[in-house]
């Protein structure tokens, strides 16, 4: 049986390339069949990195079949992943974020989870001496991964070896971190194809505060006037999504990776209070701006209150 390797549903550049990468080393270094799969489009950044490298869009499923061998990497948590997910064969887990509970798999498995900012630089670490083997498609897709999840080293998730692993990699591939970051965010950054609900989802992850339940989407870009432009209808939307994804409110950070600070939508009282407790931030209108705020994961999750 084939091995199918995914991520979490809205891939982003690491939850497109991670997958790539492993079933690239179960393929071609193990000798055991594996295919790369998505669980949604993926987003403009990831779409960018498949085209820059040349490699294939890997195909999307929606949910997996009892017993299906699988390797999940970049999450952990089961509301991100196919409903059937219990059902399969779930055979390694890969990922750098914390632990959520709730999958249940057929034995013992191999997992590996360690505080890194990127999947991709954790997969390296696993190939060991076979990443000599990687071809520069995998080495530019693993090099995407890192600087997307790192925000080119700015977001407090950046380890030393995050930067370490990404450096030698494009030393090897002969390209300018600065510049080829650049080339990353602008496409990142072009969301002018998406409508206001397909933002809201496009990186977003739920999480609970106490009974309330939220979709926290990120928008990192160096253009945040393009998402902010829209702010209105975007507010007007988030009742809709919220409605329809079974959550209480949407909330929004458009993330200006040059500025280093996020700017959080505030559609009414309820999102005021989150900016208050959370983050210490006083609402006078619509929009709130917070300084270094960078990671969801880091900064944001951690932080909410209502």
Same mark, same amino acid.
């Given at each position: &049986?084939?091995t199918?390797?995914?991520?979490?549903?809205?891939?982003?550049?690491?939850?497109?390339?991670?997958?790539?990468?492993?079933?690239?080393?179960?393929n071609?270094?193990?000798?055991?069949?594996?295919e790369? $799969?998505?669980?949604?489009?993926?987003?403009?950044?990831?779409? @960018?990195? *498949?085209?820059?490298?040349? =490699?294939?869009?890997? !195909?999307?499923?929606?949910?997996?079949?009892?017993?299906?061998?699988?390797?999940? /990497?970049? #999450?952990?948590?089961?509301?991100?992943?196919?409903?059937?997910?219990?059902? %399969?064969?779930?055979?390694?887990? +890969?990922?750098?974020?914390?632990?959520?509970?709730? =999958?249940?798999?057929?034995?013992? +498995?191999?997992?590996?989870? !360690?505080?890194?900012?990127?999947?991709?630089?954790?997969?390296?670490?696993?190939?060991?001496?076979?990443?000599?083997? *990687?071809p520069?498609?995998m080495?530019?897709?693993?090099?995407?991964?890192?600087?997307?999840?790192?925000?080119?080293?700015?977001?407090?998730?950046? #380890?030393?070896?995050?930067?370490? $692993?990404?450096?030698?990699?494009?030393?090897? *591939?002969?390209?300018? $971190?600065?510049?080829?970051a650049?080339?990353?965010?602008?496409?990142?950054?072009? /969301?002018s194809?998406?409508?206001?609900a397909? =933002? *809201? !989802? &496009?990186?977003?992850?739920?999480?609970?505060?106490?009974?309330?339940?939220f979709?926290?989407?990120?928008?990192?870009?160096?253009?945040?006037?393009?998402?902010?432009? !829209?702010?209105?209808?975007?507010?007007?939307? &988030?009742?809709?999504?919220?409605?329809?994804?079974?959550?209480?409110?949407?909330?929004? @950070?458009?993330?200006?990776i040059?500025?280093?600070? %996020?700017?959080?939508? /505030?559609?009414?009282?309820?999102?005021?209070?989150?900016?208050?407790?959370?983050?210490?931030?006083?609402?006078?209108?619509?929009?709130?701006?917070?300084?270094? /705020?960078?990671?969801?994961?880091?900064? +944001? +999750?951690?932080?909410?209150?209502?």
């Amino acid at each position: &049986m084939t091995t199918l390797v995914f991520g979490h549903k809205a891939p982003d550049t690491d939850s497109t390339g991670s997958p790539i990468l492993w079933a690239w080393y179960l393929n071609e270094v193990k000798g055991s069949a594996a295919e790369a $799969v998505l669980l949604g489009e993926p987003n403009t950044e990831a779409a @960018f990195m *498949l085209e820059r490298w040349n =490699l294939p869009k890997p !195909r999307i499923i929606s949910d997996v079949e009892d017993g299906q061998a699988c390797v999940v /990497v970049d #999450t952990n948590n089961p509301a991100e992943l196919p409903a059937n997910i219990n059902g %399969a064969d779930v055979q390694a887990i +890969i990922d750098h974020h914390k632990l959520v509970g709730g =999958l249940e798999t057929k034995g013992p +498995i191999d997992i590996t989870v !360690r505080p890194l900012a990127c999947t991709a630089t954790i997969i390296l670490d696993l190939m060991g001496e076979d990443t000599a083997k *990687l071809p520069e498609a995998m080495k530019g897709a693993a090099l995407t991964c890192i600087l997307s999840d790192t925000l080119e080293f700015r977001s407090p998730t950046t #380890t030393p070896h995050d930067r370490a $692993v990404a450096e030698q990699l494009a030393d090897q *591939l002969g390209l300018d $971190v600065s510049d080829y970051a650049a080339e990353m965010f602008a496409a990142k950054s072009d /969301v002018s194809a998406y409508s206001d609900a397909e =933002l *809201l !989802r &496009m990186d977003s992850k739920e999480y609970g505060v106490g009974d309330t339940k939220f979709r926290v989407s990120v928008l990192e870009t160096t253009a945040p006037e393009m998402v902010l432009n !829209r702010k209105d209808s975007l507010m007007e939307s &988030m009742t809709t999504v919220a409605e329809e994804d079974g959550v209480d409110q949407v909330l929004l @950070f458009v993330v200006d990776i040059l500025k280093e600070e %996020a700017t959080l939508l /505030v559609p009414n009282d309820l999102v005021k209070t989150v900016a208050e407790k959370s983050f210490g931030a006083a609402p006078e209108g619509d929009t709130v701006v917070l300084p270094g /705020v960078m990671s969801r994961k880091k900064q +944001i +999750i951690p932080n909410l209150a209502v």
